[in-house]
C-alpha cells in the first residue's frame, strides 16, 4: 500500500532516484531520457506524489551522450515532476560537464550524492569535492557509517541482527579486510578521547567539510537514530585529531570510487 505523504508535504523534503536496475530491458538502467523520465513517473505513482523536490540522475552512463541524460533531468524540472536535480557517484570530470550542460538549459544541479566517509575518501582524492564546492554544487553524503563497519560493531562482535551478518549484498564482514578494522579500533579510540560515540566521530568528520551540505543517516533502529544525532552536538575538530585521524585510517581506506562496469 502507497504511503500517503500529503498531509507532511510541506515539511519534508522528497527525493528520487534514476540509473540503477529497475526493470528488464534496455530502459530499466542507466541513464537514457525513456529510463529517467519513466522511473520519475513511477516514482510519482508509487509514492502518490504529484512531484518530487529532487531527482537525480544515480550514476554516469558512459554509453549514454550526457547531453541525453541532462536533458531528460531539465525535461523533468520543466514538466513540474521535480523542483530541483541533482546527480549521483559522478566523479570529478563527468561532474563538471553535467553541471555545464543543466546550466545552459536554465536549470542549475543544485546537488551531489556520494559515499564518503573517513574510510572512503574517493570524493577528495579525485577533487569532486573540490569541484562542488568551486561550482556551487551542495553536496550530501551517503554512507557515512560505511555500512556499519564505523560503529565498530564488527571489532567488538556485537552484531546482532548487524547487516554484516545477513545475506546483505553490500556487506559481508568477511570481507572486511583487518587494516579496516585495525583502522576503525584507533578511530574508536579517537571517538571516545572527543566524548563521541563512533558513528557520531564518523557523521562528524563528513559534515566538518565546507561543501558538505548534509549527509545521509541510515538506521535500523530508533537507538542509531538517536546516536547519530548526537553527532551534532560536538562538529569541531582540533588539527591535532584531523591529522590522528589521517594516521589511523591511511591503511584501513576503502575504494569506493564508483565504477561503471
Ligand atoms: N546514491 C547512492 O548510490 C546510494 C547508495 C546507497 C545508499 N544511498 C542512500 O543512503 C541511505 C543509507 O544507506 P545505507 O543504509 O545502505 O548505508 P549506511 O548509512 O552506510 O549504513 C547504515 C547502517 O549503519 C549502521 N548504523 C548506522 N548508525 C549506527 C549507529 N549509531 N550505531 C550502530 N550502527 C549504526 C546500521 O547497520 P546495522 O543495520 O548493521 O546495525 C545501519 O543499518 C539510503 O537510504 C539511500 O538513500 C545512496
Redesign the pocket.
Known amino acids: 500500500m502507497a504511503h500517503d505523504f500529503r498531509p507532511y508535504r510541506d515539511e519534508i523534503i522528497v527525493s528520487s532516484?534514476a540509473g540503477y536496475n529497475m526493470w528488464e530491458g534496455p530502459y530499466g538502467e542507466w541513464g537514457s531520457r525513456k529510463n529517467l523520465i519513466a522511473s520519475c513517473d513511477q516514482s510519482l505513482k508509487r509514492s502518490g506524489l504529484d512531484y518530487v523536490d529532487i531527482f537525480y540522475s544515480?550514476r554516469f552512463d558512459p554509453n549514454t551522450p550526457l547531453e541525453e541524460t541532462m536533458g531528460a533531468l531539465a525535461h523533468i524540472v520543466a514538466r513540474g515532476k521535480a523542483l530541483y536535480v541533482g546527480i549521483?557517484?559522478y566523479p570529478v570530470e563527468e561532474t563538471r560537464r553535467a553541471h555545464a550542460i543543466l546550466k545552459s538549459s536554465g536549470v542549475p544541479c543544485i546537488l551531489h550524492?556520494p559515499?564518503y566517509s573517513m574510510l572512503n575518501r574517493w570524493i577528495e582524492n579525485d577533487k569532486t569535492i573540490d569541484a562542488c564546492g568551486e561550482l556551487g554544487i551542495g553536496m550530501i553524503a551517503?554512507?557515512?557509517?560505511?555500512?556499519?563497519i564505523l560503529?565498530g560493531?564488527y571489532n567488538t562482535g556485537d552484531t546482532d541482527?548487524?547487516?554484516?551478518t545477513s545475506n546483505n549484498p553490500?556487506l559481508k564482514a568477511a570481507n572486511i579486510r583487518p587494516e579496516t578494522l585495525d583502522a576503525v579500533g584507533k578511530l574508536a579510540a579517537i571517538a571516545k578521547a572527543r566524548g563521541q560515540?563512533l558513528?557520531q566521530l564518523a557523521l562528524a568528520r563528513v559534515l566538518r567539510r565546507k561543501e558538505m551540505t548534509s549527509a545521509?543517516?541510515?538506521?535500523?533502529t530508533l537507538a542509531?537514530l538517536h546516536?547519530?544525532l548526537g553527532a551534532l552536538q560536538q562538529l569541531d575538530f582540533s588539527p591535532d585529531e584531523l591529522s590522528t585521524i589521517e594516521a589511523a585510517t591511511t591503511s584501513g581506506m576503502m575504494d569506493g570510487k564508483p565504477c561503471w562496469k
Do not use: E, T
Open positions: 532516484k544515480h549521483s557517484n550524492q559515499s551517503f554512507s557515512p557509517p560505511a555500512q556499519g560503529s560493531k541482527g548487524a547487516r554484516g553490500f560515540s558513528p545521509l543517516i541510515g538506521v535500523r542509531q546516536d547519530n
